[in-house]
């Protein structure tokens, strides 16, 4: 199970994609990118997370919240543990390892005793901090795939306000195909591999044949 949050804007909707890609020839960078200039969009954290069996309800954080340790634990671990994995895995939940990225949040000395609290009662495993992969958008599913997916396809909706963008981000949500998400996990594990033949940089720009990586941006 990996988890993880993002700021969803209002200018997420209703635009072209963002990322483009050097062609081999050609010095003409003008071509390559377009500047926009905008102040303090209107938007809202969500957290989202996603396994081998399924999502997680996307959840909205309040702007008036800030995600500290207890609001962490309380209102994103504690549900997850003890609701949504056993619903998705049932008997098979101690097989579970739960995933997170270092976050103060995250690593904090009350949410490291929380989780180890969760993990006697739930039997849930938890992936120890020191063997999360480096923080990097090329190591995290939610990032390299389930978000990027996620703002895609708001790119291609339209929404003026913050309760239509939220309907749309749980619409959207429940739309990604699980298949997508699936494949996502299975190549996890080359992609850290991949990132560490490259001594760290960035990997998606480098050729699928040659590394069998799964570009799902």
């Not at 303090?40 to 702007?63: E, N």
């Not at 895995?89 to 101690?94: C, E, L, M, N, T």
Request: aromatic share 12%.
């Amino acid at each position: 199970m990996t988890l993880d949050e993002a700021w969803i804007y209002l200018t997420n909707c209703n635009k072209k994609r963002a990322i483009f890609y050097r062609p081999v020839e050609g010095n003409n960078f003008q071509k390559w990118y377009s500047e926009k200039r905008e102040s303090f969009p209107k938007g809202f954290m969500v957290v989202a997370g996603y396994c081998y069996q399924g999502k997680l309800p996307l959840i909205k954080v309040d702007p008036k919240t800030k995600i500290n340790s207890l609001y962490y634990q309380k209102d994103v671990l504690e549900p997850i543990f003890r609701r949504e994995i056993p619903r998705l895995y049932g008997d098979d939940s101690k097989n579970v390892w739960f995933h997170q990225d270092k976050a103060s949040s995250h690593t904090s000395r009350s949410t490291s005793s929380f989780l180890e609290e969760l993990t006697r009662e739930t039997k849930i495993n938890v992936i120890p901090f020191s063997s999360i992969p480096v923080k990097s958008p090329d190591a995290s599913p939610m990032d390299f795939c389930a978000f990027g997916m996620l703002k895609r396809a708001l790119g291609n909706c339209r929404a003026t306000t913050l309760n239509g963008l939220w309907k749309i981000c749980k619409r959207e949500w429940q739309r990604i195909d699980p298949t997508i998400l699936r494949r996502s996990l299975l190549s996890w594990k080359v992609r850290c591999r991949a990132i560490a033949k490259n001594k760290g940089y960035h990997i998606e720009h480098m050729k699928e044949k040659k590394l069998r990586l799964v570009i799902f941006l």
